[in-house]
Each structure stands twice: as structure tokens, then as C-alpha cells.
Antibody, heavy 117, light 113 residues
């Protein structure tokens, strides 16, 4: 069974940083792209970015709203993907999900990130 | 960016009746070399992550009941629940993966009448 578990969420002040982790199991992690998405309270779904597999040179794509502030990386030896979030803004408050794939997605349970002073 | 527009925003359907959700993309999602539509559908229940229902517009994910069906091509797509059950109450989203950025429709909330 595919499982994705996000961790690292919490309350952070504007301008600060936070790193989320996504630990995967139930599939060959290194063969897949990993996406990050978010959902603000009462809102729809927003794609944050993805990192492709080593077969595709681990290329990364980002949404315009986070480009230059967020960085996605992966460690295939640990089956973990990361989302480093810098210069956080109040509008980054959301539940953050990781998902397997860069096309159709299989989602984790999510972790709450709240940016507030 | 490809804009995805869903309609209606919400609908209330009696148990056992049909529910139809529409999704329109701002450009064609049909990739000519593969003849596939780069569209997925998801179901999200309160407090849960989205669950994949369909990919390639009409390929049902394993375990999804066959009362759910996906159809359409190009820019116009439909998710149909053939006979609504109580457990189908949720918000449904379409998503294009034709190219990055991946984009989603605004969601359709399905309730029981």
C-alpha cells in the first residue's frame, strides 16, 4: 500500500523558515516524482511544485507563488522528500500535502503550516 | 497557465439519483501523439486528503466503485455519479497534468437533497 507521511508543520512567524518532510513507503520511491501541494483554510487545491526522479535528473518545477522562496529536494536512500520554505508569508498558511507523481497524484495525509505573528 | 473551471459550485442530489459535474479547461488537454487526455479527478471528504478517482480522464483508479464514471475529451470533461450514495458526499476536483503548473478546478460540493 502506498503511504506518504508528512511531518514538520507548525506555527511560525512571518519571514521565518520551516522544513517539511515526506516519508514514503509501499513503492519504489526512487522511480517516482514527488509533488508538494497545499490547501488554504476553506479553499481549493494549489500545486506548489515537484521533483522528478533521478532518471529525469531530479529536475524541479515550482509554482510562481513560491519560486525563489521554497526548495524541493529528495533523498532516495531514505525514501524522503523535503520542502524547505523560507521567507514565509501569512498567505502560505495551509495544509501541505506531498503526493506521489507529477501527473495524477496519490496524496499523503497532510501537515498544517500556520504563518502568523 | 491552464485554467480549469468546474460547474456547478455545488449540487444537491437525492440518494440513488445521478450527479453530474463538469470541468472545462482553457486549452485542449488531448495530447495528439498519445491520444490521451491529461486530466484527473479527485474526491475529498471533510478532514481527509484528496483521493484519486480517475486519470487519463476516464481510467478508473483501483477500488473506485463503478457508479463513478469519467468522460470527455479536449476541453470538456464530466464526472458522473450514476446512483448517489451517502458516502459520496464530498468535494470533487478536476486537475490537468498536460503541463506544469498543475492546476485544479475550484471544486464541486456534492450534498444529499
Amino acid at each position: 500500500e502506498v503511504q506518504l507521511v508528512e511531518s514538520g508543520g507548525g506555527l511560525v512567524h512571518p519571514g521565518r523558515s520551516l522544513r517539511l518532510s515526506c516519508t514514503a513507503s509501499g513503492f519504489t520511491f526512487g522511480n517516482y516524482a514527488l509533488s508538494w501541494l497545499r490547501q488554504a483554510p476553506g479553499r481549493g487545491l494549489e500545486w506548489v511544485g515537484f521533483i522528478r526522479s533521478k532518471s529525469y535528473d531530479e529536475t524541479v518545477e515550482y509554482a510562481a507563488s513560491v519560486k525563489g522562496r521554497f526548495t524541493i529536494s529528495r533523498d532516495d536512500s531514505k525514501s524522503v522528500a523535503y520542502l524547505q520554505m523560507n521567507s514565509l508569508k501569512t498567505e502560505d498558511t495551509a495544509v501541505y500535502y506531498c503526493a506521489r507523481g507529477e501527473s495524477w497524484l496519490t496524496w499523503g495525509q497532510g501537515t498544517q503550516v500556520t504563518v502568523s505573528s | 497557465d491552464i485554467v480549469m473551471t468546474q460547474s456547478p459550485d455545488s449540487l444537491a442530489v437525492s440518494l440513488g439519483e445521478r450527479a453530474t459535474i463538469n470541468c472545462k479547461s482553457s486549452q485542449s488537454l488531448l495530447y495528439s501523439s498519445t491520444n490521451e487526455n491529461y486530466l484527473a479527478w479527485y474526491q475529498q471528504k471533510p478532514g481527509q486528503p484528496p483521493k484519486l478517482l480517475f486519470y487519463w480522464a476516464s481510467t478508473r483508479e483501483s477500488g473506485v466503485p463503478d457508479r463513478f464514471s469519467g468522460s470527455g475529451s479536449g476541453t470538456d470533461f464530466t464526472l458522473t455519479i450514476g446512483s448517489l450514495q451517502a458516502e459520496d458526499v464530498a468535494v470533487y476536483y478536476c486537475q490537468q497534468y498536460y503541463h506544469a503548473p498543475l492546476t485544479f478546478g475550484g471544486g464541486t460540493k456534492v450534498e444529499i437533497k
